[in-house]
């Protein structure tokens, strides 16, 4: 039976002989919306004809993975590479053995972590492909879990040491469960965070914003900003990477989401 997988956002659904649900109930909210044309869904077997992974390097020990031609999303999640495992942060719908073969030559995946339920996408193919590597995802997050597996570990905490420099911060806003990764050893020991899109670096890298929904433009309120913004200050970083190739601010990073969250709560203020 297949496993269905929505085209919209990307997120894969159990087996089932006919279509799992009528509209994605990732979809079917504020955060996300249905296209003009209604509900469609694909699977990976048919996606795999046409689409492939691009695999780049974008520092030392860190690597980003993203579906060629552009599907869902369209994000681009990234294996880090540590003494103590790798983790992938974040994750696509779309996998094939040619990535596998790929990101094992850089050591595998020893553990998965993603931010928040618009990039769960094909979470399940990918542990599996992986050794059945394990999926943390944030308690808060689980009912929007569309296709629940043992692979999944539930953290519960405000923080959570994946591996020894490698530390998941939930930060909340855009969903409950939202989290970064913080990766003290990036940007050359001065540290990174990979924000999803809980922090969104904009067109000008310099500048981030905060969202609770990306396509229908609904702004986070202030308490939700500064709680954002608290969550990541005990941590030092200079390079923030969120979710797409280009949408990197390569130093400054705490400077810039400091001046950015001001300067979007007085956009917000009476
Ligand atoms: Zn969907
Ligand atoms: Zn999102």
């Avoid at 953290?155 to 990764?181: A, D, M, N, Q």
């Avoid at 929904?213 to 308490?223: H, M, Q, R």
Wanted: net charge negative.
């Amino acid at each position: 039976m297949p496993n269905y997988i929505c085209t919209v956002c990307g997120t894969q659904y159990p087996e089932s002989t006919g279509y799992p649900v009528d509209i994605c109930r990732i979809c079917a909210e504020d955060r996300q919306y249905v296209r003009e044309v209604g509900q469609e869904w694909t699977t990976l077997e048919d996606l795999r004809p046409t689409h492939h992974n691009e695999i780049r390097t974008l520092e030392p020990n860190l690597t980003g993975i993203a579906t060629v031609p552009t599907f869902a999303i369209g994000q681009r999640p990234l294996l880090i590479q540590t003494p103590a495992g790798n983790v992938l942060w974040d994750c696509i719908s779309f996998i094939d053995d040619a990535t596998v073969e790929a990101l094992n030559a850089l050591g595998g995946v020893d553990a998965i972590a993603i931010s928040h339920p618009h990039f769960y996408s094909s979470m399940v193919e990918w542990s599996r492909a992986f050794g059945d590597a394990p999926v943390y995802l944030h308690r808060d997050n689980e009912p929007w879990v569309m296709r629940p597996d043992r692979c999944i570990v539930y953290w519960e905490t405000e923080t959570h040491t994946l591996l020894p420099g490698i530390t998941l911060i939930r930060c909340g806003g855009h969903f409950p469960g939202s989290s970064v990764l913080h990766w003290a050893e990036g940007a050359d020991g001065k540290g990174a965070i990979m924000t999803g899109d809980t922090i969104m670096v904009v067109n000008d890298t310099n500048w981030v914003t905060f969202m609770y929904s990306y396509p229908n433009y609904i702004p986070l309120n202030k308490a939700a900003v500064q709680r954002i913004v608290a969550a990541v200050e005990p941590y030092a970083f200079d390079r923030i990477y969120s979710s797409w190739w280009e949408r990197v601010t390569k130093s400054g990073g705490k400077e810039a989401v400091h001046r950015s969250a001001e300067r979007y709560i007085r956009a917000i203020s009476d």
